[in-house]
């Protein structure tokens, strides 16, 4: 555990409140401008305590991807039918094992509303599809496949595309946060910035009635007339939390605003909350959809382990568990098809005419990178990959000359989207407050605690073991939006 303390505070130790609203959200992402739009849209006083300077988080760093589905204007438009049986199957399968079957049925069976939800806070999406593998697409397409039509997933449910995008260009969570913001503002919510919660304040009967903060170094007391809604995001910023519950992503980068240290689970544990699935990351591998699919990606030991036409987090999830470092292998043919837009700047490092040199330029041994491309070449001369799975359409012989991509040497697609060098793993944490549909948060027995709700990473949402992109703004506002009518009813 973490060693700054977060004990709770007692309300007979707090002489005096200087703030008090009926509802309290705390942290302003996706999760909490979702709660503050809720809870003051249903007649609830509210204020949202951000520690930065102002609202944003993670989210407004964020691609913008939002998964949603089960027959938007988007997909009709776009010509894909769609149903949440479909969407829950995929889900499902995508998000697990252990995906969470209650919240998960929620979110697909309410997810048409839940799109219009955003489009009614002012965000527009076109009704086109970006049909190319690609970690983002570089253009305002509002419709992008999200690993629906990857093997296993195209057996389990019908292939329908439901990764939707805002109207912007490469990333777009900037955009759903400055709609989100200013559609709680509009709605009364007030915000105080520059204030880090640092404990909750509780009554004698143990239920949840503020919050103590630091705003400039001035200890500021907050009363919650009906609830606390803790939106503080996750914990991939705190090395001791990470090293306690979800060491897998030590040592890699963090796909975060710097601020995810896991402050509002601790504030709640600290009271007897539980913790869910605080094991599960999501990860990226700084490794081009584009080119792997093209080409082949490959372990230190020069093997494959799996389809790389599935959804990139799931080819990162794969290298995470396999030994590094991982190579993307590709040839001259391959590499020349890949469309500019989506290259992001990335160029082989190691070219050779055959596999042997290439073998000894990376340190793979002798043979074993012969082995894996001889394997997969008799394979694709028959349109077949028995052992992953890829997709017929991306299946084609290799041939000399071969070229190496190193996923550690970041992207630099140009702009301020560049992926610096690292381990060519980054990620965030999935796992947080065990919390009901409502997001009221439960105690180590199950009970909820009075007064006290979270969501967004704050929160364990509908993931089980795995994740796809969009299900981290889009569960945290789902469940955000349900956490503030909750707590706005006292
Ligand atoms: C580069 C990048 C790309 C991504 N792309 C996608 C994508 O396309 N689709 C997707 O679904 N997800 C994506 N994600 C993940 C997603 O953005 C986050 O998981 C999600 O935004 C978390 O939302 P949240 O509201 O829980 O937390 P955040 O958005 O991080 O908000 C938490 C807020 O709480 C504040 N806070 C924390 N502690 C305190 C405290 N003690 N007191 C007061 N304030 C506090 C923080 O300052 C922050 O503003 C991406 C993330 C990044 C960084």
Redesign the pocket.
């Known amino acids: 555990m973490s060693s700054r303390p977060v004990r709770p505070v007692p309300l007979s130790q707090v002489e005096a409140f200087e703030h008090e609203a009926d509802v309290l959200v ?8 979702a709660a503050a739009f809720e809870a003051s849209s249903a007649g609830a006083d509210v204020i949202v ?4 300077g102002g ?13 949603l589905g089960g027959g938007t204007r988007v997909q009709r438009a776009c010509g894909f039918d769609d149903t949440p049986d479909e969407m829950y199957a995929y889900l499902e399968a995508a998000l697990g094992p252990h995906a969470d079957a209650e919240k998960l049925r929620l979110y697909c069976d309410e997810s048409v509303e839940h799109f219009e939800w955003f489009r009614a806070r002012g965000l527009t999406f076109e009704e086109s599809m970006y049909d190319a593998p690609s970690w ?1 697409p570089p253009t305002r397409d509002g419709l992008m496949w999200l690993g629906e039509n990857a093997w296993p997933y195209n057996t389990i449910a019908r292939p329908v595309p439901r990764g939707h995008r805002p109207a912007a260009e490469n ?3 900037w955009l759903i ?1 400055e709609r989100l913001a200013s559609a709680a503002h509009e709605a009364g919510a007030r915000t105080h910035a520059d ?4 404990a909750l304040v509780v009554d004698e009967s143990g239920r949840v009635v503020g919050v103590v ?1 630091s705003n400039y170094g001035k200890t500021v007391h907050y009363r919650a007339r009906r609830g606390v809604v803790l ?4 914990f991939v910023d705190d090395e001791e939390m990470l090293a306690d519950h979800a060491p897998v992503l030590l040592g890699h980068g963090k ?3 710097g ?3 896991g ?2 689970i601790r ?1 709640a544990a600290a009271l007897g909350a539980a913790t869910r699935r605080m094991a599960q990351v ?1 990860a990226a591998l700084t490794a081009l959809p584009a080119m792997v699919c093209r080409g082949m990606l490959v372990n230190a030991r020069g093997q494959r382990f799996i389809n790389e036409d599935v959804y990139p987090g799931m080819f990162s999830h794969a290298a995470l568990h396999n030994p590094a470092p991982w190579w993307v292998i590709i040839d001259e043919e391959g590499y020349d098809a890949i469309p500019e837009r989506d290259l992001w700047g990335v160029r082989p490092q190691h070219v050779a005419e055959t596999l042997a040199e290439l073998e000894e330029e990376l340190g793979i041994p002798a043979g074993a990178l012969e082995t894996t491309v001889a394997t997969y070449n008799r394979h694709a001369a028959e349109g077949d990959d028995p052992h992953f799975h890829k997709n017929p359409a991306w299946l084609r012989e290799l041939k000399p000359p071969f070229a190496a991509v190193n996923p550690a040497l970041g992207f630099d697609p140009g702009g301020s989207d560049a992926v610096p060098p690292g381990t060519g793993i980054a990620g ?1 944490t999935l796992g947080g407050l065990h919390t009901t549909v409502d997001g009221a948060v439960l105690d180590v027995s199950g009970s909820p605690i009075a007064g006290l709700f979270a ?4 929160s364990s949402g509908i993931h089980g073991e795995g994740y796809v ?6 569960d ?1 506002t789902f469940f ?1 939006r349900r956490a503030g009518r909750a707590a706005a009813g006292g």
């Open positions: 705390v942290g302003f992402g996706c999760a909490g401008a305590l951000e520690r930065a609202p944003g988080g993670s989210s407004a760093l964020s691609g913008g991807e939002l998964y983002m990333f777009g969570g946060m204030t880090l919660a640092t903060a939106t503080t995001g996750g796909v975060s605003d601020l995810d240290d402050s509002g504030m999501e965030f969501a967004g990473r704050a992109s969009g299900t981290s703004l889009g945290g955000g």
